[in-house]
């Protein structure tokens, strides 16, 4: 029988004191946003049938919207939906093999950032 060696590699379980890079950022936060997205739609989807019920449920909408709760919110599903398409073009590129040098991959992570928080501002301020 072979001998079986045992790998003592050093493991870090302590997810406090991982430093993850840019990219790596990235990635984890277009999980999440596309997990949130999927999750809200049911509810997303919901609300605005209910909206397009009759003029008075779209009253009470626009009202339960305008509850400083209810816009953070809306504010946050809209910032994921805006940093979900930008990351997707940047892993888009990836897949196509451009910008996969570490340095180019970067500043790629660093314009979705760059982008997605001014790009929800401006939707914000258009759309609410």
């Not at 910032?79 to 990351?87: K, R």
């Amino acid at each position: 029988m072979a001998e079986m060696t045992i790998k003592k590699r050093p493991k870090n379980l302590d997810l406090t004191t991982i430093r993850l890079p840019l990219p790596g950022k990235v990635s984890i936060l277009h999980r999440v946003s596309g997990a949130g997205l999927f999750l809200c739609f049911p509810v997303m989807l919901w609300l605005f049938g209910a909206s397009l019920g009759s003029p008075e449920s779209f009253a009470s909408f626009k009202e339960i919207a305008g509850l400083l709760p209810v816009k953070v919110i809306l504010a946050g599903l809209l910032w994921a939906f805006v940093h979900h398409f930008c990351a997707g073009i940047r892993f888009l590129l990836l897949d196509l093999h451009v910008g996969i040098e570490k340095e180019a991959a970067r500043q790629s992570a660093a314009v979705v950032f760059a982008v997605s928080v001014p790009l929800t501002l401006v939707l914000w301020g258009v759309l609410l």
